[in-house]
């Protein structure tokens, strides 16, 4: 079985440009999270899809973030524009149902904002 | 709101040692507990999990972690350390089966031959 995928894995961009990651979740799936990693800190959750919609995105700067899910599988993150302060790393996750679920991760993308 | 501490930046053990990392939360009830262990470059990988009923939970690779509702505490446990236990862990917990994960900063494990 596949797991989640991430891609890319590694992008360098300078500020104020745009960038997009994307996720696929496993097969089956229902729930798909995005994550926020900083160097040497704990995951972070930015937003929590149940299938297409967004159920907790309280965690996510709106001005300059959005996601979506179409048709609840694969998942799209979106900066626009990148500060330098984004540098770090961005975890996809998927779970079947719900929080307690296991969730599984992907390898995330280190992205580095110059 | 919930929250997570562990105390310890960063472990060396010897290969061969026995191993506790600490957890504790914050929360009144009693929450969903995790710990996931993340290698470089790779993503988190659960290696146990605590919801209720016994309070020794058995997990991959041969940790154990224990829930103490007096301490507030969630320690993760193995008693012989291996070199590619070397790794980050990370202690979570969620309030309730629907509401999100708080993760602690994270146990960094060195393992000495």
């Known amino acids: 079985e596949a797991g989640v995928v991430q891609s890319p894995r590694y992008k360098i961009i300078e500020k104020k440009q745009p960038v997009a990651f994307w996720c696929n979740p496993i097969s089956g799936h229902n729930t798909l999270y995005w994550y926020l990693q900083n160097l040497g800190q704990g995951p972070e959750l930015l937003i929590r899809?149940?299938?297409?919609?967004?159920?907790?995105d309280s965690q996510l700067p709106k001005d300059r973030f959005s996601a979506e899910r179409l048709k609840g599988v694969d998942s799209t993150l979106k900066i626009q524009p990148a500060e330098l302060g984004d540098s770090a790393v961005y975890l996809c996750?998927?779970?079947?149902?719900?929080?307690?679920?296991?969730?599984?991760f992907g390898p995330g993308t280190r992205l580095t904002v110059l | 709101a919930q929250s997570v501490t562990q105390p310890d930046i960063h472990i060396t053990v010897s290969e061969g040692a026995s191993l506790e990392l600490r957890c504790n939360y914050s929360y009144g009830a009693t929450p969903y507990l995790f710990w996931y262990v993340q290698s470089p470059g790779q993503g988190l990988q659960l290696l146990l999990k605590?919801?209720?009923?016994?309070?020794l939970v058995q997990g991959i690779k041969g940790f154990e972690a224990e829930f103490k509702r007096s301490q507030s505490s969630f320690n993760l446990r193995k008693p012989s350390v291996h070199w590619s236990d070397a790794a980050e862990y990370f202690c979570a917990v969620a309030e309730t089966s629907g509401s999100r994960l708080t993760f602690g900063e994270g146990t960094q494990l060195t393992v000495n031959p």
């Open positions: 899809y149940e299938n297409e919609e967004a159920v907790d």
């Open positions: 605590y919801f209720s009923g016994d309070t």
């Open positions: 996750a998927s779970s079947f149902s719900r929080v307690a679920d296991t969730q599984y």
